[in-house]
């Protein structure tokens, strides 16, 4: 998984390099990260119980207040596991 991950990124990278990248692409490489983590959360978050969703309401705020998706993610998690041994 590792090799694949790498060969992933290089090739992107490679990719990059040889093709001009405009306005709209360097834009929707930006947002990518929280597009995939929206992806990856939405349907935790929509299966999930209140745990999940009070979860997600602390990393929104924390999101929205530092502007860190890192940060919010941390804490998110640390919500959730909080908050499933309280509920």
Not at 2 to 21: E, N, S
Not at 30 to 40: K, M, N, Q
């Amino acid at each position: 998984m590792a090799a694949a991950t790498y060969l992933t990124k290089a090739g992107g990278l490679w990719l990059l390099t040889r093709f001009g990248v405009n306005d709209r692409v360097e834009a929707a490489l930006e947002v990518l990260p929280g597009a995939i983590v929206v992806a990856v959360l939405g349907p935790e978050l929509a299966t999930g119980g209140p745990p999940e969703w009070l979860a997600g309401s602390v990393v929104a705020v924390v999101a929205w207040r530092t502007g860190n998706i890192f940060l919010a993610l941390v804490t998110g998690v640390g919500a959730v596991v909080v908050l499933r041994a309280m509920l």
